[in-house]
Every structure is written in structure tokens, then in C-alpha cells.
């Protein structure tokens, strides 16, 4: 499972937590930082692939975290079902 937390830049001011969601769950969230341009705020990766990419590197590694927007950030912590990332 994914938990996604929306936080300021400084990644302690938490915003919005987004809650966890399952990996296809979290597949679909993350299809809306797909762009044509990974230059500009809020576009991430270029296709889909480049996702399933991420997400085994989260997986691997315990976390992300995606620059949002000029102003936010997305911290992902990948959780085994019944555990909270710390």
C-alpha cells in the first residue's frame, strides 16, 4: 500500500494527507502527473511506464517524494497492509 501526504516544501508541514491506497489505486493517482513536459510544476512523468518504474523504486526503498507544485510536495511511503511508515 501507498500512503501519499501533500506537504509544504519544507516536507514537515503536512497539508493534506491523502490516506493509503492499493497499488492499482495508486497507479490511477498518479496518472494525473503524466505530461509532455516533466519541466514544468506538476507534471512528473512523461508516460506510464516511467510510473511502474517509480513505484518499484518505492517499493524498494520505502519512500519518494514527488515536487508538486512550486509550493507542495507529495511524500509517498510504501506500507505493508496494517503498518504505518515512520
Request: aromatic content about 12%; overall charge negative; cysteine-free.
Amino acid at each position: 500500500m501507498f500512503e501519499v501526504i501533500r506537504t509544504k516544501n519544507d516536507n514537515k508541514t503536512v497539508i493534506e494527507n491523502l490516506g493509503t491506497m492499493e497499488e492499482d489505486d495508486f497507479i490511477e493517482f498518479s496518472k494525473k502527473y503524466i505530461g509532455k513536459d516533466t519541466s514544468q510544476w506538476g507534471t512528473i512523468f512523461s508516460d506510464e511506464k516511467e510510473i511502474l518504474s517509480d513505484i518499484e523504486f518505492i517499493k524498494g526503498t520505502g519512500n519518494e517524494r514527488w515536487f508538486e507544485t512550486e509550493d507542495t510536495n507529495l511524500i509517498i511511503n510504501y506500507v505493508e497492509k496494517g503498518e504505518k511508515y515512520e
